[in-house]
């Protein structure tokens, strides 16, 4: 299997800085939750532990979805876009994936000349990460 991952790791185009986008989305709904960014090995630990993990550009460092939160997120199935500089994780995601406590972090529109809230947060940020603030 590492044989296979190393070869689907060639095929993907990062950019410059080691990163490519990564979109999640509900593999069942079909519901967008979230992008964040991989290096190579976010994609490969990605691949081999079948849960999602990306790489934090503020922390600098990799961090697994839900390894603070406990709102985890299980690969389904990754997909490589036409251009092969984009990835698309289809996860099982558990509870919510935005750090603001919604279930996804595209939560505001453009309605009406201005951005309007569309999705509260299910849980508080309080809540997912204790002790932090």
């Given amino acids: 299997m590492t044989d296979s991952i190393e070869q689907a790791l060639e095929e993907i185009k990062f950019g ?30 990605s691949l ?10 503020s922390r600098a460092k990799l961090w697994r979805k839900g390894e603070t939160s406990g709102q985890v ?3 389904r199935e990754l997909r490589l876009d036409c251009d092969g500089d984009a990835v698309l994780l289809l996860v099982d995601q558990t509870g919510v994936a935005c750090h ?21 947060p299910q849980i508080s940020p309080e809540m997912l990460y204790p002790g932090r603030g």
């Fill in 16 to 45: 410059p800085d080691g990163l490519v986008p990564a979109i999640a989305q509900q593999h069942d709904t079909g519901e967008v939750l979230m992008m964040a960014w991989m290096n190579r090995d976010a994609v490969r630990a």
């Fill in 48 to 57: 081999t532990e079948a849960r999602a993990c990306y790489w934090s550009r």
């Fill in 73 to 75: 997120q299980l690969l």
């Fill in 100 to 120: 603001t406590g919604r279930r996804s972090c595209f939560f505001r529109a453009w309605r009406n000349a201005g951005w309007a809230v569309i999705a509260e």
